[in-house]
């Protein structure tokens, strides 16, 4: 689960699939193994997505306090961000179904010459979720990051647009699922309610994610 940009609501979207499988009986573990902003009072992403998954996790190798990019949280704390930390504990959880969500957008740096691009990579999913908001500029948006992906990951299967709501929609709201299939840039998209995460709204529109992702 990767992102078009930053807060375009990833965790949202997490958590509704992480759930949505736990409801019908899977045994599923929503990670998130970069993570910064973590506050000590805040619920975290992880946290969200611990307390809908069926399995739960180790603690995430990479946790940083300092609300930035994880490779300057990770930088003020005198440590560097390896892919083969993060790849090998996502390995080592004990569910059969994981839910991965990345720190930031797609090509959000976690290191020097290194991107959540090289993550998903380097993790070789079976299926790719891209999110982004319905609201104008995302037909570029979802172009430019599948553009990169074909180019920096190419063994990878075509990404699943997932769309939320934005705060405040505009004229474009509720046309963009379509426009991107209808103009070729993705073979698939799928619009998010404004509900929350765990809504019966919010699960179904997971499940037809789901039945697009053949998971």
Known sequence: MVGTGTGVGKTHASVALVAALAARGDKVCGLKPIESGIDGISTTDAEQLAL?????????????ADPLSPHLAARRCGRDISLDVAVAWVARQPAPVVIVESAGALLSPLGPGMTNAD???????????????????????????TLALRALAPGLPPALVVLNPPEVPDASTGTNAAELVALGIVAGAVGMPRAASTAPESLAAARVALARLAV
Do not use: K, T
């Open 52 to 64: 809908v998954s069926s399995v739960q996790s180790e603690p995430a190798p990479y946790r940083f």
């Open 119 to 145: 993550l998903v990579r380097a993790l070789a999913p079976d299926a790719v979720v891209l999110v982004g908001l319905d609201r104008l500029g995302i037909l570029h948006e979802v172009a430019c990051c």
